[in-house]
């Protein structure tokens, strides 16, 4: 089944305004493009210290309230860190408070600063615990890791391949990342690790999982003294992740989500070609012929199922944020590749 | 010993037409710097599934004419698929018949599609089984395989580690794999996967096996209104190949074996530099200094075996394809080459 | 602790001279920028075969003479190879030699050309021999080794998680390595391997241990007849070694080691950031707000880390260096940045 993480929006759980919930709630009841796949409570970096009891009272409020019209999924960012006990220690009280609060509510939670796969193992068995201990059914509380230590980058095959139902998702954490290698921001930019995206791609589709890219924290920038939404940069980081098939790339803006939904989305011209391959595969089988070439391709089995896999990427959105569907593709096209037979 | 492997050059083992073998008779009887040094009877993606039959005669009938007149290696590929048991006992029916028919023709079998290092022991397994099956000798029928998934790449050094004297060739495949990890072509073209290269070329030199690129099937472009054939790009590609130190390129028409041929072949200026300091090391050594040094630079062992590498890449091709040789050297420096002590 | 190695400069322990010491007296006798941190007397490919004694005795005589007036730390190159039992003999006899005669003078040993871990493994194992029977303090004699066989590459993650306390560092080596390989420099010039750096740094992060990138042998250049110090290329290998947190460059000559001093320093707005960023945590913890915001960003303990690093690397440069901090940094700066309290 696809599954969509096009946009992992993270939205601090608490900032210190009058409404300590604004962005939570703002993600929650996003419309339209600014709608992610993934919403992120985050308790985690994105709210301060003496903030993180109110960031959990207001996770579990809105989230309460918000879920059920909600047609993402949901996955607070706990605390975590390889290397601190007392943060992991913090890390299981906020899961079990989740899981026994809003444990029916979410799709999992997002653990960050994993560190070799027995660290995830042991995040893995926090949650596993909970689940448990409140009654949920086994594995419907999954587990996204981020991938920001160098321990975590090197065990990166030996995570992918846990197998064990529960680990759903690799998101790429390069601010960590950087600053844990040592990496420096000289006059070419920041680094962009080329050669981890690779590999966190590779190692997701080996393993099942989802791969999301990492923040881009430059929201604006400035030109002759006004400050703009810096799209065309978010953009190209986001397009480069699409190129190399992560699936879904990280947002801290309505903005950035608007972007990125659209990018992670198949074009329309990707759908139309799809959507006619598939027809003519159809046709040609139910003409006779054994085998079948479709401009000029043999379709088999795997050639096929990346057709189906355009059309049913397109079905998902479709389900749920119909809206985009309609935004996006010409009605005649989306009404054909609702219609499609697509199994082999 | 130095084998050549400039060029995989796949031929479609049947197609559409009156005479079916067409592209596999041109392959192997293709000449001057057109003929490939591996010749590729594509089984498997290259011919349309009502045709398989036909492919395996076609192969077999004219392995058997033109092998003894062919220099170059002969490798069917068949099918196979990790993913799916039917296929898989397809290529073992292919290899079992090409085995018993022209095993004493073929130098090994290609197969493509493998996943984890489990599934490329079964490949392996499978041609051992036939070879013994039909009296060859153990080990004479070789494996090259195509790395086009997310579970080989993720095995690529256990696969290369297999040391079983049967595994002979890494090809990558970036169709299937591109595929696979859901990568995308947008305004800035497919990805190229540098870092999977990089990996490639290493773990193929850790295990002393051959590594080769993945086809460029933009073979024509169109510019003002005239198609031609796309040179550059292909050109472009296989130097890429070359300097990251893949041995050779993967062809799919006889103008880009005939490029390939020539990039991954020592340039005259390669040649000289390496055949003059060969000669300076004999020379010094025969004056009785203990140790030479030849432009500045220390020989030892391991520097002297890079200037033979060179020396003895063109002994090969000199042996079995002379017009090559004769082609691309002046005669003189050809006659040193080929006069020169190469032993340490 | 921090430790220091921003410049890995060898010199030819023995060159056909008057002074056959003439470069290793120089590099343990340099001052200012073109002080090493870390001095590595060569006895392996900068040597000539038949000057290893000489080179031996050379090393042996300078650093029993320089090391106490040396601020950085020396380590000796020996021979080894994988693949060769003889130089590996003549590289342990080498290590016993040197640990000998100078093992309280030298920080460590540097390895060449090591293979799988196994191989690295039995680099270690001789210098514990020698270190317990001349009586050194167990782990008091480093191993550094040189990354440079594909085996090392493919066992790059195994090397790193040795956790001997023996192993300190992982320093690239690009020629051997291209060599292995067979990439060639093409129009495009050499391979730069940047997968493999990503690496390299990523598993000495994740080993604890220091990553050095590889020599830039282009000294000098020529234009219009003139030949001149090659200084652009080099400072752009070692601001990309910089930017993907390689800790230090290979320097081959004074010019390279004052360049990559100076790069593989934090800048002078780089110190004064995390200075201020200090400073303000600080007042603003003694002012009782349990949890601190720094320039919109939450200070945790690993933030907090980062801007320490650049102040311990500061301070430690300025213990041993003070001309190179005096010369880079303003007074007042330099003063708090020595002032400071980094613990958290």
């Known amino acids: 089944m696809t599954r969509l993480c096009r946009t992992f929006q993270t939205a601090p759980a608490a900032v210190p305004r009058e409404d300590s919930a604004k962005y939570l709630r703002s993600g929650l009841t996003a419309e339209g493009f600014q709608l992610p796949d993934w919403l992120v409570p985050d308790l985690e970096d994105g709210t301060a210290p003496e903030m993180k009891d109110t960031a959990l009272e207001n996770t579990i409020e809105l989230v309460d309230e918000h879920a059920s019209g909600f047609p993402g999924e949901i996955w607070p960012r706990v605390q975590w860190g390889y290397d601190d006990e007392a943060t992991r220690e913090r890390g299981r009280q906020e899961i079990e408070t989740l899981v026994r609060s809003v444990g029916d509510r979410i799709d999992g ?6 560190g070799r796969v ?7 068995s926090a949650i596993e615990e909970y689940e448990t201990s409140y009654g949920h059914a086994p594995g ?9 230590s160098a321990r975590a980058v090197s065990d990166l095959d030996r995570i992918a391949r846990l197998g064990d139902g529960r680990l759903a998702a690799l998101v790429f954490g390069p601010v960590d990342y950087t600053a844990e290698l040592g990496g420096r921001e000289l ?3 920041r680094p962009t690790w080329p050669g981890l995206l690779e590999r966190l791609s590779n190692e997701a589709s080996a393993g099942g999982l989802l791969a999301v890219g990492g923040p881009f924290d430059q929201l604006y920038r400035e030109r002759a003294g006004v400050q703009f939404y810096n799209g065309d940069a978010y953009a190209e980081q986001v397009e480069r992740e ?9 947002s801290l803006h309505p903005n950035q989500t608007a972007q990125a939904n659209r990018i992670h989305m198949p074009r329309e011209s990707e759908l139309r070609q799809d959507v006619e391959r598939i027809e003519a595969f159809e046709e040609a089988k139910s003409t006779g012929t054994g085998a079948v070439s479709v401009d000029g ?10 057709f189906a896999n355009t059309v049913e990427t ?7 944020r119909p809206e985009q569907t309609a935004a996006r593709y010409d009605d005649g096209l989306l009404g054909r590749a609702l219609d499609l037979e697509t199994s082999w």
């Not at 419907?140 to 920001?148: D, K």
């Not at 699409?242 to 990280?250: E, I, K, P, R």
């Not at 397109?314 to 749920?320: A, K, P, S, W």
Request: aromatic residues 4%.
């Open 109 to 114: 939670v997002v653990v960050p600063k994993v």
């Open 118 to 124: 027995e660290d995830v193992r042991a995040a893995a």
């Open 140 to 148: 419907s509380i999954e587990l996204a890791v981020i991938v920001e």
């Open 187 to 189: 006059d070419d930019g």
């Open 242 to 250: 699409a190129t190399v098939g992560l699936d879904g790339s990280w």
């Open 297 to 306: 391709q043999m379709v088999d089995e795997a050639t096929f199922k990346n």
């Open 314 to 320: 397109v079905r998902r959105i479709d389900e749920t």
